[in-house]
Structures are given as C-alpha cells and as structure tokens.
C-alpha cells in the first residue's frame, strides 16, 4: 500500500500521475514513484521520501513522455523505505510495470520457484513477484496473464500494469483493496481513491473483487476471472472538489475540525423527517429488532472508540446487551455470533482490511450486518445486510475528525430506532431525544468559538513528556479517542484510564508537572471525577479539565478549564471530543510535527 494511480489518454500522463499521488498523499507514505509507456518501452523513476523528491527529480514529470502511465506512493510493509523497495517493480527485461497495494501472502512460495527458473530479484517487496508471474505467464495476451497470476497469489491486491508488449494499453486487477475506475471525455483512470481524479472526471465504476480492467485506447472493458464482460453502472460523484482542498486552512485536520457543525447536520438532519427517524434503506424490521439477543460493534482505532461509545448509549435506549470488539481481535476469539444476532462494523474509508474480515466472519455466522461508512460503493457497505452512511465528505488528514464524529451520529440514530422499534422508548423520549440532538451542530458550532484559549494553553504544554486522560462512563469512552488524537500526531506519549482505577495502579505515574486531562461531563459522575482531580493533583499533576458550563466548583481543583454547553448526558460525547481534537492539533503544531501525515501512519489500512 498506499496510492495508486493511471492514467491513458491523449495528454502526458506523468504530470497527471504526479498530481493525482498528490491527492492521495492524506493516505500516509514514504516512497514515490511512476511508470510511463512511450515510444514502445516503459520509463520508470521512484525514489524514497516524501512526493516533493519525485517531482523535482523528474521535473514535475516533463522529463518522462508518454500518454499511459501507472504511479504509487507506498507505505512499506515488506522491505524497508528505499528507491529499490519503492513501486513501480518490472520485470526482467522491463517489459511489464506493476503498482500494487496489499500484501502476498505466499510471495516466499512464489518468489523460491520463480528464482528456480532463472528469475532475478532486486527488491525486498512481495510486489515484486507479480510482475515476473505476468512475465512467466505472457503468451501474447495480457488478460490471460493476469488471470493466471491472480489464481496464483494469495493475499489482498490492488494492481495497476502496463506492457511495453501493449503500447496502447492499460490494465488493472482489484481484490479486498480498493480501486476504482474513472471515466472521463478520451482519457480514463485508475485512483485508490476519488480525491486522485476527481478534478478531472466525476464518474467511476466501483471494482469487485477480481474484476480485470483493461482500457485500449478511450475504450473500457470489464471483466471476471473467467473472461466474461462485467456491465457496471456508472456512480456520479457529486461532492465538491474544494472539500479535497485546504481553503485557506494551514492543514487539512484543522479545516475538517472546523467542518464538523455541517458534517454532523448533514448526517442528522435528512434522517430526522416529521419527528420520526428515516434511516435511508436499512431493511431491518421491527419483529427482527425484537428478537435480537445481542449487538456487536466492531471497529478499529477511532471507529472502536465510537464503537464504546455506542455500547453505553444503545445499551441504555435499548437493554440489549452490547459487545465492542476490536476488529483485529473478533475472527480470532471464536465469537458467539449468529443469526439473531446484530453486528455493526464501522469505518470511514469502507475498506478497512480487518473490519471488511470481521464483517465477513459475522456474516458467514448469520449474522445480520449493519455497517456505518463514509464512502458509497465501497467494500464494506457492499458486503452489509444494510448501510448507513456518515455524509462527512472527504476526510483528507489521517487523523480523523470529523468522520469520528458523523459515526458517533449514526450510532445515536441506529440507538434511538431500535429502542423505539423494541419498545424501550415512549414516544415522549423519543421526541425529546431527537430534539437535543438536533441543537448538537449549533453546540458544536459555539465550541469552535473557543479555539485560541486551546491554542494558547497547547503552546505553553507541547513539551510534555506523558499526558494522560481520565474520565468515567461515557467520559471514559471520549478520554480513549483524546489519547490516541494526541499520541498519533504529536508523538506525545499518552494513556487514557477509567478514573476509578487510578488506586490500582496508575496514580503510580503521576509526578510534579505531569499533565492530566480529566474529563468531566457526567452529571451523576461529576463529584466523583472531583475527587481524582484532588488526587493527582496531590501528587503534583496539572490539570486540563472539561466540564459543563455551571460546574464553575471544577476551577477550584483544576488549572484550565474548558466548558461546554449543557446538553442531555449521552449525548456529551458529541462535545467533549471537540476541545479535545483541537487542543490536539495545537500540541502538534507547536512542536513542528506533519499534522496532516502523521509518521508510519496511513489513512486507510487495507492490509492486516
């Protein structure tokens, strides 16, 4: 992994590669190359580092000509970060040029019996591998090749190959990682995501696994594994190309904090008609809520933070018993799931490589799936039984903002419909629940007001060592999503722990000076998380807490505070994630660190 690009057409491809791995840089890599065919032979440049190296080193591609084109920026699995480990790899002799995202698993297998016929490797990649099986398996036809090679590999890929072979041609494979296929007027694509094409065309065919792509000359072909012609619909893709863009923000994260408001009344408000809830297609009925024995929702990183955060409140609105799974974790436990079963998955990009598996696993079970995604036609909402979408746009910085909190939304929606469907909310609830959360954009809104106090009091605490969040119930849940924004873009080292375990263990830690952010929402909770600000204070903490405006009893305790505007307890965490994500963002640009790509990270993980 991480982001691939080609191009066929009339124009120079490199400059259009260049600026399509452009947009793709939000996915996190550490390598950059590109393949050009022209002239009958293909031209191939990459180097380690940042995308900016490239482009000098190729002047900004006009030193390759060529009109099909293939490009990656790669985020290393196998091989360390190096110009022989960065994609594209050809085969002996150059005749074939691959990009792949995913991982082989059984490149050992498959590069041991091709080095016994006299293949040579100069890579540490499994990639590497894909491009002599096309070479071994060529006879004068591509598509036969390919087929061969993909029986061949075990694992999850997404390729895009050109052949000098096939000067007029371009061709592309896709199984559990993403790839989509732009259409446009005489030039068409390959992209790992929309924002690569999308200031040249708007209309896509989402690829299912295994489908082969092969462009010859402005003509498009879609086939299966057994040569049959796949027909497609074409998806129109109707966002604006600006929501890809900064619009005049320093970085991508702060722009997408700061569109939270509309992101989460995008989400709501079309579900709210007539005071009833209307989740678009969900087909999941009555008598099945009924019968539901247990939901289970699975995620990874912010979206299992959601995820807890779910389990509190449908628990609550519902009395079904909720699991959280780690999505890495559930294949592997033997999960007690079936058919009168519920499972969530939840993720952003749609294609997260161990949730799309999990879901897979739930499904094979009898499970029922309902999944929470960002992104239409993508791997996860096409697997689900049903699909709620988070309409929160592109989401370009890795560190997600606004997608964590359009998910939070949608578990609050899927919450509110099965206590109402199973009985376990009146009507009067009902009415008052969809109420408060329609005030939440506007709420949001007024805590943004707040940013410079945060950026203030992030300027005079960016050099600490360990920062640690405390909180209690649904302040625990939000403390987990506080910690990981901090550590994973300003490498601060931070936990987040259950208040009351503080005596059991963790109080061990603090020292004079040691920041502790508390969080303090919980209104049955709130003289309890009192009483562990005393305590760490006691031992010589610093004390950054979030309260509800009236708590003003927290200044006595606490050396920074923030206040929220009062709303109905499980709705908290829609606020109280906010100071948290922005305090985070400061932290990080004090200290000088690539917000928007963060270090090792990627946006989307399609590999396990």
Not at 53 to 77: M, N, Q
Request: hydrophobic share 40%.
């Amino acid at each position: 992994m991480c982001g691939i690009v080609g191009y066929i057409g009339k124009e120079q491809a490199a400059p259009i590669l260049l600026s399509g791995l452009e947009k793709l840089e939000y996915r996190g890599y550490d390598s950059a190359g590109i393949a050009v065919l022209g002239d009958n032979k293909i031209n191939m440049v990459k180097t380690k580092g940042r995308l900016k190296v490239l482009f000098e080193k190729i002047h900004g591609g006009t030193d390759i000509k060529g009109s099909i084109g293939i490009g990656h920026t790669r985020w290393a699995t196998h091989g360390a970060p190096s110009d022989i480990n960065s994609h594209p790899h050809m085969s002996n002799g150059g005749k074939i040029a691959v990009v792949h995202n995913g991982i082989i698993e059984n490149y050992l297998k498959l590069k041991a019996s091709l080095e016994e016929k006299g293949y040579k490797f100069v890579s540490d990649t499994d990639t590497e591998v894909i491009s002599h099986l096309i070479d071994y398996y060529y006879n004068g036809n591509m598509i036969d090749a390919i087929i061969k090679t993909i029986h061949r590999i075990e694992g999850s890929y997404a390729l895009g190959i050109i052949s000098s072979e096939h000067p007029g041609e371009l061709f592309a494979v896709r199984k559990a990682s993403p790839l989509i296929v732009g259409v446009g007027n005489g030039e068409n694509f390959i992209a790992s995501d929309i924002p690569a094409i999308i200031s040249r065309t708007r209309d896509v065919y989402f690829l299912e696994d295994n489908e082969i792509v092969w462009f010859k000359g402005d003509t498009i072909k879609i086939l299966d594994a057994d040569k049959n012609e796949v027909k497609k619909d074409i998806f129109h893709v109707d966002w604006d190309v600006s929501a890809a863009e900064k619009g005049g923000y320093e970085h991508f994260m702060i722009k997408e904090i700061m569109e939270q408001p509309k992101a989460i009344e995008d989400t709501v408000c079309p579900r709210i008609k007539n005071g009833e809830i209307v989740l678009d297609d969900i087909k999941i009925t009555k008598e099945h809520i009924e019968k539901l024995k247990r939901i289970y929702i699975i995620g990874c990183g912010s979206a299992y933070h959601v995820g807890v955060v779910g389990k509190y409140v449908i628990e609550k609105l519902t009395r079904i018993p909720v699991e959280v799974d780690l999505a890495s974790e559930f294949r592997y436990r033997d999960p007690l799931v079936g058919k009168d079963d519920l499972v969530i998955v939840i993720s952003q990009s749609g294609e997260t490589a161990d949730t799309l598996a999990a879901l897979r696993e739930a499904k094979k079970r009898g499970a029922r799936v309902l999944s929470v995604v960002n992104v239409v036609g993508s791997s996860i909402a096409r697997d689900s039984d049903d699909v709620l979408y988070t309409w929160a746009g592109p989401e370009i910085s890795v560190a997600t903002t606004k997608a964590y909190s359009t998910q939070m939304q949608a578990l609050y929606l899927i919450a509110i419909h099965l206590g109402i469907n199973n009985g376990h909310i009146t009507e009067e609830q009902k009415n008052d629940l969809l109420a408060e959360m329609q005030t939440i954009p506007s709420k949001v809104s007024k805590i943004l007001t707040n940013v410079s106090s945060l950026q203030s009091y992030a300027s005079k605490k960016y050099s600490s060592k360990d920062v640690f969040f405390l909180g209690r119930g649904l302040d625990y849940c939000v403390a987990l999503e506080g910690s990981l924004k901090l550590k994973e873009i300003s490498y601060i080292h931070s936990e987040a722990y259950a208040a009351g375990e503080l005596k059991h263990g963790t109080i061990s830690l603090i020292e004079d000076g040691t920041l502790v952010i508390a969080l303090a929402t919980q209104k049955d909770l709130f003289e309890k998380i009192l009483s562990n600000i005393k305590e760490v204070k006691a031992r010589g903490a610093t004390v950054f807490a979030i309260a509800l405006e009236g708590n003003t009893e927290i200044e006595k305790e606490a050396d920074f505070v923030v206040y929220l505007p009062k709303i109905e307890s499980i709705f908290t965490p829609a606020l109280t994630v906010i100071p948290l994500q922005i305090f985070s963002y400061y932290m990080a640009v004090n200290k000088g660190c690539d917000v928007d790509k963060p270090r090792n990270l990627a946006k989307s993980v399609t590999v396990e």
